[in-house]
C-alpha cells in the first residue's frame, strides 16, 4: 500500500511560481504513474496532469496547459509538480494521486483526468492560494 507525502504549496501573487512533491519512501514510483487533482472552495475535485511511471508520457487540463509541469524521475520516490504564472483560478488544495491498477499507459488515455473514481492511493493534499 503507497503512502503518498505531499509537500510544497503556499500563498502567493499572480504570476508567481510554485512547486509541489509527491513522495513514496518505502516503494517508491517507478511503477504508478501520478495524476495530480485539485479542488477548488464549494467545487469538485479535477484532475489537472497525469504522467506516466516513467515519466515519458503527460497529460495535461486544457486550463493549465504551458504553465504547469508535471516530472518524475525513474528509480526516485518522489514526483514534482512545477506550477507557473499562477492565476487566481488556481486556487485550491492539490492532491496527488495513484491507483493500484496503474498501468504504463494509463495517461495515453484522454479521460484518465476524470476518473477520478480509479484512484486509491491519495496524499494528505496541499492548499495553493493565488492573490490577484
Known amino acids: 500500500q503507497l503512502r503518498l507525502v505531499q509537500s510544497g504549496g503556499g500563498s502567493v501573487q499572480s504570476g508567481e511560481s510554485l512547486q509541489l512533491s509527491c513522495s513514496e519512501r518505502?516503494?517508491?514510483?517507478?511503477?504508478?504513474?501520478i495524476v495530480w487533482f485539485r479542488q477548488a472552495p464549494g467545487q469538485e475535485r479535477e484532475g489537472v496532469v497525469c504522467?506516466?511511471?516513467?515519466?515519458?508520457?503527460?497529460l495535461y487540463a486544457e486550463s493549465v496547459k504551458g504553465r504547469f509541469t508535471a516530472s518524475k524521475v525513474r528509480r526516485q520516490d518522489t514526483a514534482y509538480l512545477e506550477m507557473n504564472n499562477l492565476k487566481p483560478e488556481d486556487t485550491g488544495v492539490y492532491y496527488c494521486?495513484?491507483?493500484?491498477?496503474?498501468?504504463?499507459?494509463?495517461?495515453?488515455?484522454?479521460?484518465?483526468?476524470?476518473?477520478?473514481?480509479?484512484?486509491?492511493?491519495w496524499g494528505q493534499g496541499t492548499p495553493v492560494n493565488v492573490s490577484s
Open positions: 518505502r516503494f517508491g514510483l517507478d511503477y504508478h504513474a
Open positions: 504522467i506516466s511511471s516513467n515519466g515519458a508520457d503527460t
Open positions: 494521486a495513484a491507483s493500484s491498477g496503474s498501468t504504463e499507459t494509463m495517461c495515453q488515455d484522454r479521460d484518465i483526468l476524470k476518473k477520478i473514481d480509479m484512484f486509491d492511493y
